[in-house]
């Protein structure tokens, strides 16, 4: 097979496995595809937690065609019984020739140990076919088994002069229905929605995920709130939408926990000098298995963020406003006094969005998954 038909392959492997963008959560989303004799004879992607894995979709599909195909997955099959049995077993059990994986799979329970499976039944394995590619499909899900916490996205919505909301904390809405749309795509993805209590007490944001499209199983994005002295108000909306709810707080107040907890609300306790350590809560967030979690919080929660190198990714939507300099701004940062100490961003996307524009930028000092 030339390296172009390889690549075609790959790339629709790839192709099927963003079919479960929405759904997979916490596991990875994977496509894979089976061909013989240059045909395709089975495809499948991963759809959700529990289900099927992709190989096994694509040999259920491709039959007795599986015998003597190359497989083209988009992740290195697992090789442990979890809730469905080892990939690396199906696909030699069902007489596959050959398997092309675009990436190895770094999580400690698979870590080379498909492809290990693989090879000692005699099947040829390749590693790496479009594996750039691969990898941008789990951010979050490569971050939480490399850097033991989620990929951490923060969206910002600003007007044309960067201001965030006015003066008296009105903010909404600044920017369009397509960017908001567009917001409530990013919701749909992520693991968790994460606010502070200072947008939480200001706005009672709804954070929930919609997608204009029904034939999507949406999974509801969990919410978090960041709350040291958990003031947040039993009748706040987020509180009521399903999904599960966390609150992270250094505060001890066992009725006001008691009554969040009647209402399914967790709180747990985190460290941290008079405000929760955000590291802790970031490591949390990666035991709990969440693989993208997206931020929409005000200028301190930011800023602390962002100082303490847990912002992996921003999404900004600029909107052609002016707030003037009363209005709030991006970060506290406290006050910086050269240019040196200013954290520095690499422009990773710049796009217009109904009237708006969505800059997506990369903090520079803090490493890739
Ligand atoms: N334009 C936008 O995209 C956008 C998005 C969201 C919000 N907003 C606006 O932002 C404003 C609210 O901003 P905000 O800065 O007050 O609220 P925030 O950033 O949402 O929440 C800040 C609060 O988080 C809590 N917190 C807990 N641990 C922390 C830590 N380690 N570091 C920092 N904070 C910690 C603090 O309260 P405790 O100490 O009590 O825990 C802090 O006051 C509102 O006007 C809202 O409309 C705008």
Request: hydrophobic letters at 45%; one cysteine or more; charged letters at 25%.
């Given at each position: ?6 690549s075609?392959h790959?790339?629709?492997a ?5 079919r479960?963008l929405y759904?997979?959560d916490?596991?990875?989303?994977v496509?894979c595809?089976?061909?013989k ?14 289900g099927?894995h992709?190989?096994?979709v ?7 065609a599986?015998?003597?195909?190359t497989?083209?997955v ?25 398997v ?5 799979d770094p ?5 080379g140990g498909?492809v290990?499976?693989l ?12 594996e750039d590619?691969?990898r ?9 088994a490399?850097?033991g ?6 969206k910002?919505?600003?007007?044309l ?13 600044l ?7 567009d917001?409530?795509?990013w ?6 929605v ?6 939480l007490?200001?706005d009672?944001p ?17 919410r ?6 958990l003031?947040?108000?039993?009748g ?6 399903p999904?599960?709810?966390?609150i992270?707080?250094r505060?001890?107040?066992p009725?006001?926990?008691?009554a969040?907890?009647a209402?399914g609300?967790?709180?747990?306790r ?13 490591r949390?967030?990666?035991e709990?298995?969440f693989?993208?979690?997206w931020?929409?919080?005000g200028?301190?929660?930011n800023?602390?963020?962002l100082?303490?190198?847990?912002i ?8 052609p ?11 506290d ?10 954290p ?6 710049c ?19």
């Amino acid at each position: 097979m030339t390296i172009s038909d390889q690549s075609k392959h790959m790339h629709r492997a790839i192709e099927l496995a963003q079919r479960g963008l929405y759904t997979t959560d916490p596991n990875p989303r994977v496509g894979c595809v089976l061909v013989k004799a240059g045909e395709v004879v089975g495809e499948g992607w991963h759809a959700r937690a529990g289900g099927p894995h992709a190989e096994r979709v694509a040999l259920t599909a491709a039959g007795v065609a599986a015998r003597g195909a190359t497989a083209f997955v988009t992740l290195e099959p697992c090789n442990h019984s979890g809730r469905t049995d080892p990939c690396s077993e199906a696909l030699i059990a069902a007489g596959v020739a050959q398997v092309v994986c675009a990436m190895r799979d770094p999580t400690p329970w698979v870590s080379g140990g498909g492809v290990e499976k693989l090879t000692q039944a005699g099947i040829e394995v390749d590693v790496g076919v479009l594996e750039d590619e691969a990898r941008m499909l789990n951010p979050g899900y490569l971050s939480r088994a490399l850097r033991g916490r989620p990929l951490i996205r923060s969206k910002l919505a600003v007007s044309l002069d960067g201001r965030t909301a006015l003066a008296n904390g009105v903010s909404q809405w600044l920017t369009g229905e397509a960017a908001r749309e567009d917001v409530h795509r990013w919701r749909a993805r992520a693991s968790a929605v994460l606010t502070g209590i200072g947008t939480l007490l200001a706005d009672d944001p709804a954070l929930d995920a919609r997608l204009g499209d029904s034939t999507i199983d949406l999974r509801h994005p969990s919410r978090i709130i960041i709350d040291s002295r958990l003031r947040t108000p039993l009748g706040a909306k987020t509180l009521s939408l399903p999904g599960e709810r966390l609150i992270f707080t250094r505060a001890s107040d066992p009725d006001k926990a008691a009554a969040l907890a009647a209402q399914g609300v967790a709180v747990e306790r985190v460290g941290g000098d008079g405000q929760c350590d955000l590291r802790e809560v970031a490591r949390r967030l990666g035991e709990l298995e969440f693989n993208e979690v997206w931020v929409e919080a005000g200028p301190r929660l930011n800023g602390a963020l962002l100082r303490a190198g847990l912002i992996d990714e921003l999404v900004i939507y600029i909107a052609p406003l002016l707030l003037g300099n009363a209005a709030r701004g991006m970060f506290d940062l406290g006050e910086l006094t050269a240019l040196a100490q200013s954290p520095r961003l690499m422009l990773d996307e710049c796009r217009q969005i109904g009237a708006d524009l969505r800059v997506i930028a990369r903090p520079a000092n803090v490493p890739d998954a």
